[in-house]
């Protein structure tokens, strides 16, 4: 369900960071409703940091966020959540102590719209339903992983935020997170910034990608024939 | 008998004076040294409801609300700048404690209060005559300890509230207003306390000064149960026991201090104390 034209998240001239560094310095960076656009790059080169400030986790030194065409600029997440946004977060990500229940719920501000909620993700990952009362931390890296995703799947984002979603996954398992989010895309044209360093699973998702290199894209483009090679190029040590 | 029951209510007054300090320093990992000023302050809530001349239980809701109040514009205006800087924290919040100390000398001035106690009578148990007041206090305690437990795990509140303790940037980003949970469990934990002032009122004596006795054994109970609710119970039934026997069989000057000095030891051999168990 790809609308031509549309643009779903406009990032222009971002600068942020912790301390006295600029992590991200200067990013611009377009996605087209309905598209999943893989941002590739090296450990430390400010993909987390850019998701974590375009969800409102850190405070932006300079530059704009559009959603839609309506600016979110300093949004807080509460905000951005209601507004349609979803975040998969890859450092600390689940409560480790709670259930997979509570885990789910706490996606929700109620439990008015819980149930219809977990159906749609069990549709997904069947094995949830089984295990509820589990606690998240018991669960195997795959599975953990799959929570993480279901999660931010509850409020049926407009616009989902993915941090290396396949880090550490079994091949088998990495297809069933491709199939849910491909699932929500062709459904619902859900728009997703996919933070990836796995380049196989990337391109077999994306619609278009972008390269992160020391807080700056260094190239993006289409998933084309050509877009395998020219990732690698910026990848290779 | 009596032994067993001074123990038993001994435990559950420690409980619930402790109940309010401990609901802060769960979820906010603060210590609260204006605890003992909370404690006081619901102790004159009974010395006004007495010269109203109403019912000594009326000053029950009114300290919750008192207590409550103040507790949130602490929060605002003392703690909130002072999260990650909990050593600051406890400075602030035990200055705070003597100004509120000072001001209730201002309004009631320093002698000890006469006031009338909250129940009478004794209860035949076991064919020995109790306290009728300090059997009601086990209930109470139970009431609150129950209530604790069912509020953090079967209510939304208590999942939100588990959730800022576990991961405060998770809950955040999943759109919890951390803020506001801080706040309420800071008016909640102020407003308890308070009405354990009130509750401790026909056990003490009421002057300005009365809660900074209770903060110190609190403060250790609290030290030694970190945010558990069962190892609360357990600290204030271990030490509860002790404190009567040693007060029983030894001096009950060094049965006052008995709280004290046990949980320190057991944070010196143990420094997880009752944690985990």
Same mark, same amino acid.
């Given at each position: ?41 090296? =450990? ?34 509460? !905000? ?7 975040? #998969? ?27 219809? #909620? ?10 949830? #339903?089984? !295990? ?59 728009? @997703? ?29 289409? =998933? ?14 | 008998?009596?032994? @067993? ?26 210590? =609260?040294?204006?605890?003992? %000023? ?95 007041? !300090? ?7 139970? %009431? ?6 069912? %509020? ?11 959730? @800022?303790?576990? =991961? ?15 706040? #309420? ?47 609360? %119970? ?9 404190? @009567? ?33």
């Amino acid at each position: 369900m790809r609308e031509a034209g549309r643009t779903k998240l406009a990032i222009a001239g971002l600068r942020s960071g912790y301390g006295a560094t600029d992590v991200i310095a200067g990013i611009s960076l377009e996605i087209p409703a309905g598209e999943i656009c893989a941002l590739m790059g090296k =450990n430390g080169m400010g993909k987390t940091t850019l998701l974590k400030s375009v969800m409102g986790l850190l405070p932006l030194r300079e530059g704009r966020v559009g959603l839609d065409g309506e600016d979110i600029t300093g949004w807080t997440p509460a !905000r951005l959540l209601a507004r349609g946004l979803g975040y #998969a977060p890859q450092e600390l990500p689940l409560f480790q102590d709670l259930t997979i229940l509570d885990n789910l719920r706490l996606a929700l501000r109620d439990d008015r719209a819980l149930a219809p #909620a977990l159906e749609r993700v069990f549709g997904y990952f069947p094995f949830l #339903a089984e !295990r509820l009362n589990q606690k998240a931390g018991t669960l195997s890296g795959g599975e953990q992983k799959m929570l993480i995703l279901s999660r931010s799947l509850m409020l049926q984002p407009d616009l989902l935020l993915v941090d290396e979603i396949s880090e550490g996954v079994q091949p088998s398992v990495v297809q069933r997170i491709a199939r849910a989010l491909l699932g929500e895309c062709e459904r619902r044209g859900m728009t @997703v910034l996919l933070v990836e360093q796995n380049l196989g699973f990337a391109l077999s998702v994306a619609h278009r990608w972008a390269v992160l290199k020391l807080g700056h894209i260094q190239e993006s483009g289409e =998933n084309d024939a050509a877009a395998h090679a020219r990732i690698m190029e910026h990848l290779k040590i | 008998m009596v032994l @067993v029951l001074d123990s038993l209510t001994t435990a559950a007054v420690l409980f619930i004076v402790s109940s309010g300090l401990f609901m802060i320093f769960g979820v906010l990992q603060i210590i =609260n040294f204006a605890h003992g %000023a909370w404690l006081g302050l619901g102790a004159y809530a009974t010395v006004v409801t007495t010269a109203l001349g109403v019912s000594p239980w009326l000053a029950l809701p009114l300290a919750f609300v008192v207590g409550g109040v103040l507790g949130g514009l602490t929060e605002r205006l003392v703690v909130r700048p002072l999260y990650a800087r909990p050593l600051d924290a406890i400075l602030a919040t035990w200055g705070l404690g003597i100004v509120i100390g000072q001001l209730i000398t201002l309004a009631f001035g320093r002698d000890v209060q006469m006031i009338p106690v909250l129940m009478t009578g004794t209860v035949d148990v076991l064919g020995t005559a109790y306290s009728a007041y !300090r059997l009601t206090a086990i209930a109470i305690a139970l %009431a609150i300890g129950l209530g604790f437990v069912l %509020a953090l795990e079967r209510t939304r509140l208590g999942l939100t509230a588990r959730a @800022v303790i576990m =991961n405060e940037a998770l809950a955040r980003a999943l759109g919890i207003n951390t803020a506001r949970v801080r706040l #309420a469990t800071f008016m909640l934990g102020s407003a308890v306390a308070a009405c354990a002032g009130v509750l401790l009122t026909p056990l003490t004596s009421v002057d300005p000064n009365m809660g900074v006795i209770w903060l110190i054994g609190c403060f250790m109970l609290v030290m030694v149960s970190g945010s558990s609710v069962r190892a609360l %119970a357990l600290a204030c039934i271990v030490f509860g026991t002790a404190q @009567v026997a040693v007060g029983t069989y030894v001096s009950p000057i060094l049965g006052g201090m008995t709280v004290a000095v046990l949980c320190a030891l057991m944070l010196r051999l143990r420094p997880k104390g009752f944690a985990g168990v």
